[in-house]
């Protein structure tokens, strides 16, 4: 037994391939898992005895917000990696999650003010968790900014690698103080709605969707981190083979 | 080879004459004093660039009555968000001077070439740019405040706010600035890296001076203000050292 393994995942034409081969076993279970959840919460799942069928937005909203986080998390991951052992392809895997996790941002503001909208009567409230997300969505333009101002590809995938780990030591203490914050303004003539106690039937599908984004967000980045690499070794010769096959 | 090239940089000439130990030349802590006093010294020298941040800041704090309202008892309702937006932003555009000349001039690739870590002198350019920009805001912070209409027993309470604020925004702002080096019209794209970040010390800042204004205590968010201050300190300068070795790569 040895670290060949380990080691592989350092070469691109290895994770190129690997990518290729992944990617259906992610996509088709992906697609099937949010098909079978949005039946079930759109159709199966009964109305919520206060919000009536306004509640089932949160089965797009509720996992989009949650993987905006976790597609933070994996790209301050990738790039921690990238920095410490200098691999070029977490690197290329950091700079693929960006534009997903920005887009998984915007999903979830935008349906959480879809959803306010109905709920609080208003369209945008300065509620803490619309607000951390609001933050969130400008830690990532500012890391995409970042990497799109510098020319030179190398000095771009390192620098907005440190700056991917500064933010995600930050994004716990902005989210606490938002909180904060929050608490101490909030008008009390808000609907405060608490941490949904979900039944069963209500339940499932929300956690089907989870794991059906979670699939989703693995596929589209397998997608991104091929384009990615394609655009990285574009004088390499292994390139031609793959192009040409 | 054996005469000391730059007099500021006692480490650059042990490194280059192949030492085995070139910290022995200097110690940490007295380079980062030099690098303060040069910074310093530097500065003193260029006041016009000094007071612009503090022009910036009372012009800022004079556009909220213009645009909100004469009255005072109206002002002081938002005093101490004003203060805090003024100084954030004041602090911002101060950040640009941190290390840009010293990376167009070639000081920050002896620096780290200098067998000091970088770390320790990062840590002194921050010291150096709050001494310079902080510490006036913060004592010009009475004047903005008193004329948007906060009671004078107030004062204290707003002035060690953005003393302690100021400092966290320095060490944010650092690590900012060191990211954006090299790149051209970099100041929109500082202000978008560096203001979620700062978000934290403006929300405790402002709750500070809010208390203060309102005669109640302040210390719970002066505390938490002052925590992450220190958070900044022990690693702000780490990240800004690596974005200043990438930088110069």
Aim: net charge neutral.
């Amino acid at each position: 037994m040895s670290w060949t393994w380990f080691h592989r995942l350092g070469s691109p034409p290895h994770i190129y391939r690997l990518a290729e081969q992944l990617t259906p076993w992610f996509a088709w279970p992906a697609a099937a898992l949010i098909l079978a959840a949005l039946y079930g919460g759109l159709v199966l799942a009964p109305p919520d005895y206060q919000q009536g069928d306004g509640f089932r937005i949160i089965y797009v909203h509720a996992p989009a917000a949650w993987m905006s986080l976790m597609v933070y998390t994996t790209m301050a991951v990738a790039a921690a990696v990238a920095l410490i052992w200098r691999m070029k392809v977490a690197h290329a895997v950091a700079a693929s999650c960006a534009p997903i996790g920005a887009s998984f941002t915007v999903a979830a503001l935008v349906t959480g003010s879809l959803w306010g909208e109905p709920m609080w009567g208003t369209w945008w409230e300065w509620d803490p968790r619309l607000t951390s997300e609001l933050i969130l969505l400008f830690l990532y333009l500012g890391y995409m900014g970042l990497r799109g101002a510098i020319e030179d590809p190398q000095r771009a995938d390192r620098t907005s690698a440190v700056l991917a780990v500064v933010g995600i030591v930050n994004v716990p203490i902005i989210h606490y103080s938002v909180t904060w914050w929050n608490s101490l303004h909030q008008a009390p003539s808000v609907m405060r709605l608490g941490k949904p106690q979900l039944s069963m039937p209500m339940l499932w599908p929300l956690l089907m969707m989870l794991l059906g984004f979670t699939l989703f967000f693995v596929a589209v980045l397998l997608v991104r981190l091929r384009g990615e690499i394609l655009v990285r070794e574009r004088s390499a010769s292994w390139i031609r083979e793959v192009v040409e096959t | 080879m054996d005469e000391p090239r730059n007099p500021a940089l006692p480490g650059v000439e042990a490194a280059l004459g192949g030492a085995t130990a070139p910290h022995d030349a200097t110690s940490v802590l007295e380079a980062a004093r030099l690098v303060l006093e040069r910074d310093m010294t530097l500065a003193l020298r260029r006041r016009g660039q000094l007071v612009q941040p503090l022009a910036f800041f009372a012009i800022v704090t004079m556009l909220f009555p213009l645009a909100i309202s004469p009255e005072l008892a109206r002002l002081r309702e938002v005093a101490a968000g004003v203060l805090w937006v003024a100084a954030l932003l004041a602090s911002l555009l101060a950040l640009e001077f941190l290390f840009r000349d010293d990376a167009y001039d070639g000081t920050l690739e002896q620096y780290a070439l200098s067998g000091q870590p970088l770390t320790g002198l990062m840590f002194a350019k921050t010291a150096a740019h709050w001494l310079l920009t902080g510490l006036p805001l913060a004592l010009m912070a009475p004047l903005a405040a008193l004329s948007l209409g906060a009671p004078s027993e107030s004062l204290p309470g707003i002035v060690a706010s953005v003393a302690v604020g100021t400092v966290a925004l320095s060490l944010i702002g650092s690590i900012g600035a060191a990211l954006t080096l090299g790149i051209r019209r970099s100041g929109v794209l500082l202000a978008l890296l560096t203001l979620p970040l700062s978000l934290p010390v403006l929300i405790f800042g402002a709750r500070a001076s809010e208390l203060a204004i309102h005669g109640e205590s302040y210390v719970a968010p002066l505390e938490l203000l002052a925590a992450l201050a220190v958070l900044g300190i022990t690693l702000a300068p780490l990240a800004s050292a690596a974005a200043v070795r990438i930088s110069l790569e």
